[in-house]
């Protein structure tokens, strides 16, 4: 009895957008190439401390952090996303706060412990 729920459970579900990997791969690159069109203007419109160079190289980041991606609904969920993200941005729906916030990981962390405080000058 549980060996035929186990089959049953194994079968085969139902693509988001991609049927296979390729064509989630070429929906993946016509995100990136949008995204690396947009970063001029988004640093222009948002008025951003960055350069479309710092841009660029985030944007790459980004994308090269989800590589190992091997299934097809979760590519096409982070494309789905992605474009929305597009989107919001491209229209301005976005706080410049927003956008700096993909930079927050590249900032240092402020000390914590007195001597690291001290040797900065905070306290």
Do not use: C
């Amino acid at each position: 009895m549980a060996a035929k729920v186990v089959r049953l459970g194994a079968r085969e579900v139902k693509p988001i957008l991609s049927l296979d990997n390729a064509e989630a791969r070429r929906r993946v690159l016509n995100l990136y190439k949008a995204w690396y069109r947009q970063i001029p203007y988004v640093v222009l419109q948002y008025d951003v401390a960055i350069s479309v160079k710092d841009g660029r190289e985030k944007l790459r980041e980004i994308f090269t952090k989800n590589k190992e991606l091997a299934d097809v609904r979760a590519i096409d969920l982070l494309a789905i996303k992605g474009q929305m993200e597009l989107v919001e941005t491209v229209n301005i729906w976005k706080q410049k706060t927003h956008i700096m916030r993909w930079f927050k990981d590249t900032w240092n962390q402020k000390p914590t412990d007195f001597l690291s405080k001290f040797y900065d000058g905070h306290e």
